[in-house]
């Protein structure tokens, strides 16, 4: 990548994008993709947004209406990406433990409509490490996938970069106007621009964001070593997760789900827990993860959340407590709706996913935000038959 902005091209761009984080680099993609020259400009050295902060979990069967249609497209330029760009990806689909009948009756409720395989306890428990005895039931959401989140956005870059795509690396935009970029480093001009800071939107637009709503939602994670019975070979959903995904948490099943949570678990429905595990190649388990919304992200951690967190583990997958290798905060950008998209000035668009469904949803929304800022249609993805 150009970390060395002094190193200036010959600056004739068809699209400037601002933003390295997943949505960024899914415009880039989709501009690279009509053949259109590409910059993007970001003030960070590395990426380390909440794209490289969150689980990996391409939580693409528990999406709803204008989400499952952007999460189904970005299936397919995630299965291409990781075989252009050689980064982790397994078609691992997601494990749902159900712990209570009323978990049951919400799963049977959302399998009506395909995708969603039920399991019985006694499958859910050889499908994953579970303590014996927590599951009454569970399920399989087939179409999902798993990446490492720690590498997929860095490779996805390189691969652009390779592909002719320009990074302006520790380069701030500062403010934008049609056709015109002004960064810390000099203006960018460029017909068409696309505003993809994610939960930082109120820095540079400050007026749209609070128009909009979005505030962020900071997020308390962990990286443990834990002495699980088995590997861990897809996302783990609880009921917890259920009470929050679209798909789910529409249906009339999840108003006693969410009820009978809360009234048990005050504590866990004070930190607005999403009971939630990925595990990473090399065998460590992210843990997660609390929500707090606010106009600011609290840089101070509550170490009774995370020990909730800690407890959590340790009962569900009935280990001793696991060593924690890593703490950390992720941001995301927050509000009412769960899609930001605005023309800001002819031929510039802000766009954000404005809920915790980014890494699902970012590349097929990025996609559609090119085609609408661009003019030109989609090109078809052509690889996925043979990632399958
Ligand atoms: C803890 C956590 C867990 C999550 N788990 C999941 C999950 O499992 N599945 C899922 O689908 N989603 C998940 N999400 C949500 C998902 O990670 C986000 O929705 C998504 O990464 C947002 O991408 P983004 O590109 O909008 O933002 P970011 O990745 O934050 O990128 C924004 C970029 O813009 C840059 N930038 C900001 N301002 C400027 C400026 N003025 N000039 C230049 N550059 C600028 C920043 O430096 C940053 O690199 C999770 C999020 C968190 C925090």
């Known amino acids: 990548m150009n970390r060395n902005p002094g190193q200036r091209s010959s600056d004739a761009f068809d699209v400037a994008i601002v933003g390295s984080g997943i949505v960024g680099l899914g415009a880039a993609y989709a501009a690279l993709r009509r053949g259109l020259r590409v910059v993007v400009i970001e003030r960070g050295a590395r990426i380390a947004g909440a794209s490289v902060r969150n689980f990996g979990h391409l939580c693409i069967g528990a999406q709803e209406g204008e989400a499952s249609a952007y999460a189904d497209a970005g299936r397919a330029l995630w299965l291409q990406l990781a075989r252009e760009a050689d980064f982790w990806m397994r078609e691992s689909g997601t494990l749902i433990v159900a712990r209570h009948a009323d978990e049951l009756r919400l799963l049977e409720a959302a399998a009506v409509d395909g995708g969603i395989r039920l399991l019985d306890a006694r499958e859910i428990e050889a499908a994953s490490p579970l303590a014996p005895g927590i599951a009454v039931g569970g399920a399989r959401v087939e179409v999902d996938l798993q990446t490492n989140p720690r590498v997929a956005a860095e490779r996805i870059a390189r691969h652009l970069e390779s592909q002719g795509v320009e990074f ?155 060593r924690v290798i890593e703490r950390w905060q992720g941001v995301y950008a927050s509000a009412a709706r769960e899609f930001l998209s605005r023309e800001i000035a002819p031929g510039a668009h802000a766009i954000a996913v404005t809920t915790g469904i980014g890494m699902t949803c970012g590349l097929g929304f990025a996609e559609q935000a090119v085609a609408a800022a661009t003019g030109l249609p989609l090109p078809a993805v052509t690889h996925e038959q043979d990632l399958r």
Not at 216 to 227: K, N, S
Not at 258 to 264: D, F, K, N, P
């Open 168 to 322: 302006r690396m520790r380069t701030s935009a500062t403010a934008v106007s049609s056709g015109r970029v002004e960064t810390s480093r000099g203006g960018v001009d460029a017909p068409a621009i696309i505003v993809a800071v994610g939960h930082d939107l109120d820095h540079l637009l400050p007026d749209l964001a609070h128009e909009a709503g979005v505030e962020r939602c900071a997020l308390d994670m962990m990286r443990v070593q834990a002495a699980l019975a088995r590997p861990l070979d897809a996302p783990l959903l609880t009921g917890w997760s259920l009470v929050r995904y679209g798909r789910f948490a529409r249906l009339a099943e999840a108003a006693p789900v969410r009820e009978r949570l809360h009234a048990e678990r005050p504590d866990l429905a004070a930190i607005d827990l999403n009971q939630m595990y990925t595990q990473l190649p090399d065998g460590s388990l992210l843990l997660g993860d609390t929500h707090v919304r606010d106009s600011v992200a609290s840089p101070f951690q509550s170490e009774d959340a995370q020990q909730a967190i800690l407890d959590e583990a340790q009962v569900i997958f009935g280990i001793s407590a696991p």
